[in-house]
Nanobody, 116 residues
Framework: QVQFAESGGGLVQPGGTLRLSCQASGSIFGSYAGAWYRQGPGDQRDLIATISTSGSTNYADSIVQGRFTISRDNAKNTVYLRMDRLKPEDTGVYLC?????????WGQGTQVTVSS
């Protein structure tokens, strides 16, 4: 069973930068698109960004607004999310998964808090 380990979250001031990492225990990202999701106060998870096996990217423009960059390193089975110009409304738990997501593979995520 593949597992995802998200890291890189923390407390950052508005306007700051974070780089999140998602390492898979297997080479799943070599076969499936990877994605980052954000979970807010409820259980809803919003799609933030996706990256295909060939490296094509898509973003939830209403949320990202040109501030985030998703990338991947297949050799490391890792997908990254660089977040620039962070805003308080970006606060939440960030999780990675495939796209579409596999319900059995959700991990714990990494908490991002944007506050002064």
């Amino acid at each position: 069973q593949v597992q995802f380990a998200e890291s890189g979250g923390g407390l950052v001031q508005p306007g700051g930068t974070l780089r999140l990492s998602c390492q898979a225990s297997g080479s799943i990202f070599g076969s499936y698109a990877g994605a980052w999701y954000r979970q807010g106060p409820g259980d809803q998870r919003d799609l933030i960004a996706t990256i295909s096996t060939s490296g094509s990217t898509n973003y939830a423009d209403s949320i990202v607004q040109g501030r985030f960059t998703i990338s991947r390193d297949n050799a490391k089975n890792t997908v990254y999310l660089r977040m620039d110009r962070l805003k308080p409304e970006d606060t939440g738990v960030y999780l990675c998964n495939t796209f579409p997501p596999r319900d059995t593979l959700w991990g714990q995520g990494t908490q991002v808090t944007v506050s002064s």
